[in-house]
């Protein structure tokens, strides 16, 4: 069965430093997402993504968060300068391919990030 | 106002024994999907609904809705230790309407005693 894949699985990093979590989605899916879990709190939609651009984000998308989609494999969530509150588990979701129901989303293990 | 809301909170069981975990939630919706997550690890999709269904079933799963009450509920039957972990349901105004983010509930956190 192909799964969404996420590296690296945990990230430890110092407040105001860049982060780039990636992700591989399922091949042949089209629709890719960004969600978040701050521990002990539900998960919270980040942003989709079709078609080489965003089509969706949350308020809590602002100017600090980008995505790419830089190569045919891989989908990647930058956040430019990290704050503490950033500290959360992160998961990477698509949904979409050829013979698939185009709602159901499959998301990767998660990459747990720790902003000190 | 909280969209997808699960109830109860926590539910500890004995092996062998149902689990029932109960969703609600307040707009309309296109579709409803359960996931299950253990401790620490990613979202397992389990089952999706759609509005216009009242009743669907997989393996031990069987998941109803009603959307006059805006109400999902999840059955596990015949529960096994392995069925230990947390239960989420999540929302989607679905594909045709612009909209994919899912919202998701608090979750029940299910214990099967073996």
């Known amino acids: 069965e192909p799964e969404v894949t996420q590296t690296p699985s945990h990230q430890v990093t110092q407040m105001g430093q860049e982060v780039i979590l990636r992700c591989v989605p399922i091949?042949?899916?089209?629709?890719f997402y960004w969600y978040r879990q701050i521990l002990g709190q539900k998960v919270e939609f980040l942003v989709s993504?079709?078609?080489?651009?965003?089509?969706?984000k949350s308020e809590i998308f602002d100017d600090q968060f980008s995505v790419e989609r830089p190569d045919g494999s891989n989908f990647t969530l930058k956040i430019r300068s990290t704050k503490l509150e950033d500290s959360a588990m992160y998961f990477c979701?698509?949904?979409?391919?050829?013979?698939?129901?185009?709602?159901?989303?499959?998301f990767g293990p998660g990459t747990r990030l720790t902003v000190l | 106002s909280q969209q997808g809301e699960e109830d109860p909170q926590a539910l500890s069981i004995q092996e062998g024994e149902n689990a029932t975990m109960n969703c609600s939630y307040k707009?309309?919706?296109?579709?409803l999907q359960w996931y299950r997550q253990n401790s620490g690890r990613g979202l397992v999709h389990l089952i999706l609904?759609?509005?216009?269904?009242r009743e669907k079933h997989s393996g031990r799963l069987r998941v109803t809705l009603d959307t006059s009450k805006k109400s999902s509920s999840l059955l596990i039957t015949a529960s096994r230790a392995a069925d230990t972990a947390s239960y989420f349901c999540?929302?989607?105004?679905?594909?045709?309407?612009?909209?994919?983010?899912?919202?998701f509930g608090s979750g029940t956190r299910l214990q099967v005693q073996p």
């Open positions: 979701a698509s949904s979409g391919g050829r013979d698939r129901v185009l709602d159901e989303q499959f």
């Open positions: 609904i759609r509005s216009n269904e």
């Open positions: 999540a929302t989607g105004l679905g594909m045709d309407m612009g909209r994919r983010a899912l919202t």
């Open positions: 707009t309309s919706i296109n579709n």
């Open positions: 993504f079709y078609n080489n651009e965003i089509s969706e």
């Open positions: 091949s042949n899916h089209l629709y």
